[in-house]
């Protein structure tokens, strides 16, 4: 069994449980303030404080508050376990000193909601507790231990008791006594506003130096392209029709400059990627701008307190909080796991979940590959796991509108939902209003709420935004590589702050462990979420450089910029697709997913998933459009794109016949694409070809043979005489499917092309 994160492991070593010392502090003692043990502790007796939320806030209440007025700044972050535990003392020091009526306020300020601010006042360990008086400067600062309670209200009432000039000395062990020295210089305000006009200037000056350095790599990234002296061509009448049609694509008549700047100089002019959920493409400036920041620093590895390694360390800090901002998401409620890959993410959720007997591992059918993994954890610790589809998860949520979980009730065992925002096959979206619904199902014992959900947003971040303070998922799994090209090999996994102390990790390493030893079995992992979860050094250099990334959506106009022109081009592409039929009346393609619908822009996204049918409406093999399309320099991807419930499903594969290819098919790029199964003769179920086919010939590699039939009938149970041999017969059925999708630099130009391609190769065919 693994250790929760915050816990110090070692086989020998037991419980303590720590007295509660109570004195008589700074007046009448009153009955400690209650503070419940829970996900948001922080946020429980407010009224006793003034909550920080920004410099320019702490910096007011310092120097405008009356003179002499005791100020208590307590620095802390949500997921510090020492800071829930001095937080009850903490109240009722702010409770005593309002009800004796002490010239007093006590501050909170949130480390990850103001970490520049938490980085000038030198904030190195949490809990950390300032104290000043308004108008002669700061006192003292020290990092208060939950344990010595009463060192705490000593020294608030040694501060009360003495004349607002006193001096203090601190000693070693965190108590306050009165300075033998009483002529010593205090630091006053004007000592702190000289300090903050100084980090100003200094801002400035970086700021302009990077202002400079953008300037004059946009300079190098536009010579030498020539895209000014070339006159545009006219637009063609389609075109025309296009733009008319659909004014949201193109950010303002931008896209076709910025594809030929940035992506169209490393693709031939007959080229169109259409492969977006594969992997994004990454942006020549985006490149440049990377490497020259690159070749303009030093960067060291983070587990380090030089100069390189503190630059590396403010990247990564600078690159979570652009992550949390990219998902709107409080540094007060989440944190920032980096990964090798959004499967990497999903994977560490399979570890450390804390699974039993009792736990039950839910999940969308339409599932990545790598949720589905995660079941296997689950299967292992004795878990039971069901597969869903998106009607029954519906009729299970519906059957619980009503019921209230009991949150003051015993804990009972943790269960996990999984699913997709968008899966990665057909680009189904999924209600995003689950996670709520899941998160307040009661659980069958009447304990309190342990459904805990995982939303693999891979697929979904890239073209719409997430709002994590609207959606509050406790673990989402992305990939960078995914959204924006560069770099590779980095994901992330967010996690809220309420869910990190459920985590039992078992293999600690590197960064992750505050104290080790060799010889016994004993470590202490980290506080911080992220440290404790990131193994080993992080990718430093390429979390270095993901602000350009960001950059360039922001360049495009955010990631709502990006929605509309991707939803354009979606709906006309469908539109072009579903118009395509052979001569006969049959369509071209059959399309996957929910395009069709009404609500199709809240319900499907920029992913087409189809097969090429013949004019007998028989499939065409995807290994063929696949082939062919890659001669006519189109990027696309074929298979069964990591996701068997929806291929199979959509395909109308029974679960039986997929576990009989075991041993024979390796992957989405084998020569095995279809296969040969009994379908009842009324069946809808799509074929690549039957015997009653009138084109049917030995010559076609795409039909039923003699060959494939007769040990297909041999394997079969069926036997001969029954009743059913005259209602079934032999299909082929393909195993994958073509997928194209698109993103933030899809033209219409891609469009159109693809839609040319399979005209002229398969129309009428």
């Given at each position: 069994m693994?250790?929760?994160?915050r816990?110090v ?33 922080y ?6 404080f ?6 320019e806030?702490?910096?007011?209440a310092i ?35 309002k ?14 909601a ?7 006042q ?7 507790v ?6 002669r ?17 000593n ?5 009360f008791s ?14 306050l ?7 010593q ?6 000592d702190?506003?000289?300090?903050k ?7 400035d ?5 990077m ?16 895209a ?10 389609v ?6 049609n659909?004014p949201?694509y193109?950010?303002?008549g931008?896209?076709?400059k ?25 942006c020549?400036?985006?490149?440049k701008?990377?490497f020259?920041d ?12 030089n100069?390189?390694?503190s630059?590396?360390?403010?990247r ?36 450390t ?17 790598s949720?589905?993994?995660?079941r296997?954890?689950?299967?292992k610790?004795?878990a039971t ?6 009607p029954?998860?519906?009729s ?6 009503g ?6 009730g015993p ?10 925002a ?15 619904k899941?998160k307040?199902l009661?659980?069958?014992?009447g ?28 673990f ?16 992330a996994?967010?996690?809220r702050?309420d ?6 990790k ?10 080790a030893?060799?010889d016994?079995?004993f ?6 979420p ?8 992080v990718?430093?250099l390429?979390?270095a ?14 990631i709502?910029?990006?929605?509309k ?6 709906r ?17 393609v ?29 499939a065409?093999s995807?290994l ?8 006519q ?6 298979g ?6 929806a ?51 030995d ?7 003699s ?10 149970k069926?036997e ?10 032999w299909?082929?059925?393909?195993l ?7 993103g ?16 002229d ?5």
């Open positions: 693994g250790q929760s994160r816990s492991h070692r086989s020998s070593r037991k419980h303590l449980r720590v007295p509660i010392l109570v004195a008589a502090i700074f007046g009448s003692l009153a009955a400690a303030t209650s503070v419940e043990k829970g996900s948001e502790w946020k429980q007796n407010a009224e006793l003034l909550e920080i939320e920004s410099a806030q702490y910096q007011q120097e405008e508050t009356e003179k002499d007025t005791v100020l208590v700044v307590d620095f802390y972050a949500s997921w510090c376990f020492a800071c829930q535990n001095f937080y009850p003392h903490l109240c009722e020091a702010a409770k005593l000193a009800e004796n009526q002490r010239k007093a306020v006590f501050l909170k300020v949130n480390v990850d103001n970490r520049k601010l938490a980085k000038e030198g904030v190195l360990a949490l809990p950390l300032q104290i000043w008086r308004a108008g400067g700061k006192v003292t600062q020290f990092n208060p231990s939950p344990k010595k309670k009463s060192t705490f209200f020294n608030l009432e040694l501060i003495n004349q607002p000039s006193t001096i203090f000395d601190l000693k070693p062990w965190g108590a006594e009165v300075a033998k020295d009483q002529t210089p205090q630091p006053d305000a004007g702190l506003q000289a300090k006009d100084k980090k100003k200037q200094e801002a000056e970086m700021a302009e130096k202002k400079a350095l953008r300037e004059r790599l946009s300079m190098v990234a536009d010579q030498g392209k020539g000014s002296t070339v006159p545009s061509r006219p637009l063609s009448a075109k025309q029709e296009f733009l008319a659909y949201d193109g950010y303002k931008k896209i076709d910025l594809y030929k700047d940035e992506i169209g100089s490393r693709m031939g002019e007959t080229e169109h990627y259409m492969d977006y959920t594969g992997s994004s493409l990454y020549n400036s985006q490149l701008l990377a020259e690159l070749a303009s620093h030093v960067f060291g590895n983070p587990h380090s307190e100069p390189s390694s630059l590396a360390s403010e990564i800090e600078e690159a979570r909080e652009m992550i949390l901002s990219f998902f709107d998401a409080s540094p007060s409620d989440y944190q920032v796991v980096f990964t090798k890959s959004a499967t990497d993410a999903l994977k560490i959720v399979g570890e979940f804390p699974w039993s007997a009792d736990s039950e591992f839910r999940y969308l059918r339409e599932n990545h590959n949720v589905l993994g995660i296997q954890y689950a299967v610790n004795n796991f069901r597969s869903m589809l998106e029954q998860v519906e299970w949520l519906e059957s619980n509108v019921k209230e979980p009991d949150v003051m804990v009972g065992p943790y269960k996990l939902f999984a699913f997709p968008e899966d990665n096959f057909a680009g189904v979206k999924y209600p995003l209003d689950w996670v709520k899941i307040s009661p659980t069958s014992d304990g309190s709420t342990r459904w805990y959900v995982l939303l693999d947003a891979a697929a979904y971040a890239p073209t719409q935004p997430l709002s994590l303070r609207k959606v509050p998922a406790d989402v799994s992305m990939s960078f590589y995914k959204m924006f090209g560069f770099p590779t090999g980095l994901g996994l967010l996690i702050n869910a990190v102390d459920i985590l039992q078992v293999f600690w390493g590197g960064g992750s462990v505050a104290l030893t060799a016994d079995d470590h202490v992992l980290k506080c911080k992220t440290e404790a979860l990131e193994d080993g050094t990718a430093f390429d979390i450089v993901l602000k350009y990334g960001f950059q360039m959506i922001e360049k495009l106009g955010g709502n910029s990006i929605q022109h991707v939803e354009a081009l979606t006309y592409m469908y539109t072009r697709l579903h118009g395509l039929h052979h001569s006969n009346g049959l369509p071209l059959v399309i996957y997913g929910k395009h069709h619908l009404v609500n199709h822009a809240e319900v499907q996204g920029g992913v087409f998933n189809f097969n090429v049918l013949r004019k007998t409406g028989t065409v995807y063929d459009v696949q082939r062919k399309s890659a001669k320099g189109i990027h696309l991807r074929t069964a794109e990591c996701n068997p419930g291929a199979y499903g959509y395909l109308g594969i029974d679960t039986k016949e997929i576990e009989d290819l075991a041993g024979k098919k390796e992957g989405c790029h084998d020569d095995i694409d279809y296969l040969i199964v009994q379908r009842p003769l009324d069946s809808n179920s799509l074929t690549c070809g039957a015997a009653e086919d009138p084109s049917f010939s010559e076609d590699p795409a039909l039923l043979t060959k494939e039939v007769i040990p297909a009938i041999d394997k079969s069926l001969l005489g029954h009743a059913a041999e005259v209602a079934m017969h299909v082929k059925v393909p994958g499917s073509v997928r194209v999708s698109l933030y630099m899809s033209t219409f130009e891609d469009v159109d092309a693809l839609v040319t391609f399979l005209e190769t398969y129309m009428d065919t």
